[in-house]
């Protein structure tokens, strides 16, 4: 006998068409679809999740959830046909069905119990999470009068009426609740949104970095960041200057910051420009200081009058990001105003991430929210 009133179903799919791979995207630490499967657990639901992506499928086991393999998109079932199947599969035909979006990854204040809740109170109905939006009047048509948008990405099915739509009861949210990721433009949204409500640390430690630039008085000032080789414009002299890595492009004016990765091909690719902002720079954050010492000793006269100032090792899966974004978050983190040159857009930037190899690396989501929160400097060279 199922003994639960109550159960949460999430389906992700492995494939999507306008943001690709959207479902393993990472967003606070995690695959964006974990976070369906928490928000569940949090309402105290049992999971059954449907999904063909092993990714997810591994998200899934840290929760001690029901796993079904999501049927081939050759099969041709509808959604509901895909939620009937798992739920029957997974012996809960007794129970409702709360629907949870795979790409809602905020749903503050309780608002999946709360559905639930109201639910019990009116069985007989459909409830789905909407926003009251205020209908303006124009000429041709509208009273002003309030109206509700339904989202669903939390609604709750009574369980002999899956996928009934003709008596919804919309339960009023907050519009971060109701917020979808289907397209690069949301996914920065989310990552800026999560950034800025705090709800994670940055993905690298920049505290040394930070306390060295205090020390220096690098704090709360212009700054401008280069990482490319060419491209339009040139660094203001009068703001403070930090180029990153090989310091391609260095033009032989200001430099005080340089953020370099500290590995063999460091040492096989030296340049001028790169010995050159050494000697100018006044800090130098670097990151994989396993070659620290040959480091030192190669640039002895470089470094006479430089502090160093380390970043854990940010290569790991759990921690992956660029070194230019590793330079934003250190700059953003001690309050700088930055202007970026040779960087893509926070939109580009997602779309690069949704279709990399190692897009479910727990770092990323961090780097599309620091493009945005800087604001965008679209050239045509990468971080």
Not at 118 to 133: D, F, G, L, Q, S
Not at 253 to 278: A, H, M, S
Not at 315 to 327: D, L, P, Q, Y
């Amino acid at each position: 006998m199922n003994p639960f009133e109550y159960i949460a179903v999430v389906t992700a799919k492995s494939v999507s068409t306008r943001l690709p791979d959207k479902n393993v995207l990472p967003f606070n630490g995690t695959a964006l679809a974990e976070w369906s499967i928490i928000h569940a657990r949090q309402a105290g639901l049992p999971v059954v999740l449907v999904t063909n992506s092993p990714i997810i499928k591994r998200a899934g086991s840290r929760h001690n959830v029901t796993c079904i393999q999501h049927p081939s998109e050759d099969e041709g079932l509808t959604h509901k046909e895909v939620v009937e199947m798992a739920v029957k599969e997974a012996g809960y035909e007794g129970s409702h069905v709360v629907l949870l979006q795979p790409t809602s990854p905020f749903r503050l204040n309780n608002i999946v119990e709360k559905c639930v809740n109201i639910h019990r109170k009116n069985p007989e109905r459909t409830v789905a999470t909407a926003m009251p939006i205020n209908n303006w009047p124009v000429e041709g048509g509208g009273d002003g009068a309030e109206q509700t948008i339904l989202r669903g990405n939390t609604i709750v099915y009574n369980k002999d009426r899956l996928f009934d739509h003709s008596n919804i009861l919309p339960v009023q949210t907050e519009w971060v609740n109701l917020l979808e990721v289907d397209t690069a433009h949301d996914y920065v949204q989310a990552c800026t949104l999560a950034k800025q409500m705090r709800t994670v640390s940055p993905p690298v430690d920049v505290s040394h970095a930070v306390e060295a630039f205090q020390q220096l008085g690098f704090v709360n000032r212009p700054c401008s960041l280069v990482v490319r080789d060419k491209g339009e414009g040139e660094p203001d002299q009068e703001n403070l200057v930090a180029y990153v890595n090989h310091c391609r492009g260095y033009n032989g004016g200001r430099c005080d910051i340089v953020f370099t990765v500290i590995n063999e091909n460091l040492f096989r690719n030296l340049n001028d420009e790169f010995r050159q902002c050494l000697k100018k720079a006044k800090v130098v954050v670097y990151r994989q200081g396993v070659y620290l010492e040959q480091f030192k000793k190669t640039f002895k006269d470089e470094l006479a009058d430089t502090v160093l100032a380390p970043i854990p090792d940010i290569s790991e899966e759990s921690t992956f990001t660029t070194t230019g974004v590793m330079a934003l978050s250190t700059l953003d983190s001690a309050g700088l105003r930055v202007t970026k040159y040779g960087f893509t857009s926070a939109e580009d930037r997602a779309m690069q991430w949704a279709t990399h190899p190692v897009a479910h690396q727990t770092g990323l989501y961090y780097d599309v929210a620091i493009l945005n929160t800087v604001g965008e400097y679209p050239h045509e060279s990468t971080v």
